[in-house]
């Protein structure tokens, strides 16, 4: 089980909140709509926080809270804008998916793990081992010697980082009011907004002049002060509230850790049968991979009670083959506008940022639309965007001399039409659920989340890499453009898909809203 997005669910449910989006497997943001989306980073200052909750103790978590939300946006936002110039240096552009797989299938366990610590022992150690764990991976990364390496530092980077992203989550749900709940929620939402302005094209300037090793250390400073500064926060509230909970069995502990590592291994194997070609070994590995995934879907699917189960399993396809069809195409984006448009890796990177503003404006559209009433219209229409902007992507690719400028803007309506899918789907997701087992289907949204992604960035780098490892420079650019046309193509079928396992359910439990 991924980051312990139960906690994620019950907040939800309480505050009623509009749109959950859970971005890679990978980076979590929280869209809001209605009051909340008309709020920025900008906007929340000392004195709204203050506002927010006078004691000092809770004021100074709050801010704790917000420094950890704006470390994963800037790692996540860095390295991505970072990983062309990484390219260029190893090769190996077939283990360039890796990079992200192997970070979103270890946070799932990382998830799993640390919210486990939290339960168990103490948020305090929790977040200690977590960010320890996820500086270490940002240091190994910076001192990687080749690709596979950097891949291993990514493992652990990614561990840590599933640990850290969820914290912030049990603090809200143990330390907060109800009504302070809804405002912190808001707070992380807005925190992605500024990092997504300046991260991309400073990443950008770093990678080109000084090397793409700082960006990676660079970030280790960064992750040491929001550390520091959460730990005070956390010693000081940890020391009078440890009591109130529960701790869990050593029995559940293993359970639920080795139900993150199972789920995540699972995947794995499914992307690494795809580099196998084909052979018999490659088969092999496909088959086992699916069969440990759906053992571990099928338990959670049991455990939990729906409405109506084959609507519940429409609706968690659909989140997978959104999250397959958006995040896989993004991942490589930057990649491919560097090396094929030729664009400074400064004005690369803001297809990111480009992304992050309308997939906001999305979700805002969705929740404050008087039109947009029925679910099954929600998707269809943000899916429709979604593949007319692929459409553009795929022109400015295949036109040689159309600008790389095409391919942002593209992307910018992308962004904006599964702003309006994601919140929709994972709402109906959490309604499709009984009393009692939103929990279930919360991990369920988490794993076909991260599963998707990781599985579009397997499919989507042996689909870039073929033909090119080998081919000479001017070869292998004309390559990578063929090889990404044909990747969305694959993108725009898998939405389809999306879209069409929404529009064969019933989802009654909806109402009228169906």
Not at 309 to 324: N, T
């Amino acid at each position: 089980m991924g980051p312990d997005v139960r906690l994620i669910a019950k907040l939800v449910i309480l505050l009623n909140i509009d749109a959950v989006r859970v971005r890679g497997a990978l980076s979590v943001g929280v869209r809001l709509p209605e009051e909340i989306a008309k709020k920025t980073l900008t906007k929340l200052s000392y004195r709204k926080l203050e506002a927010l909750n006078s004691k000092g103790p809770l004021l100074a978590l709050s801010l704790s809270i917000l420094t950890l939300v704006v470390l994963g946006a800037i790692e996540n936002l860095g390295i991505s804008t970072a990983m062309p110039i990484v390219e260029r240096q190893f090769g190996h552009v077939e283990l360039y998916g890796w990079v992200f797989a192997a970070y979103s299938l270890s946070s799932l366990f990382g998830g799993a793990f640390f919210a486990v610590v939290g339960d168990r022992y103490s948020l305090r150690r929790g977040l200690q081992l977590a960010v320890g764990v996820f500086a270490l991976g940002l240091l190994l990364g910076g001192v990687s010697i080749s690709m596979a390496t950097l891949v291993g530092a990514r493992v652990v980077q990614g561990f840590g980082f599933g640990g850290f992203a969820v914290l912030p989550y049990t603090m809200i749900s143990r330390y907060f009011e109800a009504h302070q709940k809804g405002k912190m929620l808001a707070a992380m939402a807005s925190a992605w907004i500024v990092p997504s302005l300046f991260i991309p094209p400073i990443a950008g300037m770093i990678s080109q002049s000084i090397g793409w090793r700082y960006v990676f250390i660079g970030v280790v400073p960064i992750a040491a002060i929001a550390g520091l500064f959460a730990d005070s926060a956390v010693r000081k509230i940890d020391r009078d509230n440890r009591s109130q909970g529960q701790r869990p069995a050593l029995s559940e502990v293993l359970s639920r850790s080795l139900a993150g590592l199972g789920t995540a291994i699972s995947i794995g194997l499914i992307i690494v049968s795809m580099s196998m070609h084909g052979k018999t070994a490659g088969r092999f590995t496909l088959v086992f991979g699916v069969v440990l995934f759906v053992f571990s879907v099928v338990r959670l699917l049991l455990k939990a009670t729906f409405y109506r189960r084959v609507d519940s399993v429409l609706i968690l396809l659909a989140r997978g083959l959104s999250s397959f069809a958006f995040f896989g195409i993004e991942s490589f984006l930057p990649f491919v506008l560097f090396s094929v448009k030729k664009m400074p890796l400064t004005e690369a990177g803001l297809v990111l940022t480009a992304s992050s503003f309308s997939w906001s404006a999305g979700s805002w559209f969705q929740a404050r639309s008087k039109v947009l009433r029925s679910f099954k219209v929600k998707v269809s229409l943000g899916v429709s965007v979604f593949i007319f902007s692929l459409g553009m992507l795929w022109i400015d690719l295949s036109v040689t001399y159309a600008p790389g400028w095409v391919s942002v803007v593209a992307w910018f309506v992308a962004g904006a039409g599964l702003g309006v899918v994601y919140p929709s789907v994972t709402l109906a997701g959490l309604a499709s659920a009984k009393q009692g087992s939103d929990s279930q289907m919360s991990s369920l949204l988490q794993i076909f989340d991260t599963g998707g992604f990781a599985v579009a960035t397997g499919v989507i780098g042996a689909l870039l890499s073929k033909g090119a490892v080998t081919a000479h420079l001017d070869l292998r650019v004309v390559r990578y453009a063929s090889n990404f046309e044909e990747a969305i193509l694959v993108a725009a079928f898998v939405a389809t898909g999306a879209v069409l396992s929404v529009l064969a359910g019933r989802f009654r439990f909806l109402g009228a809203s169906s």
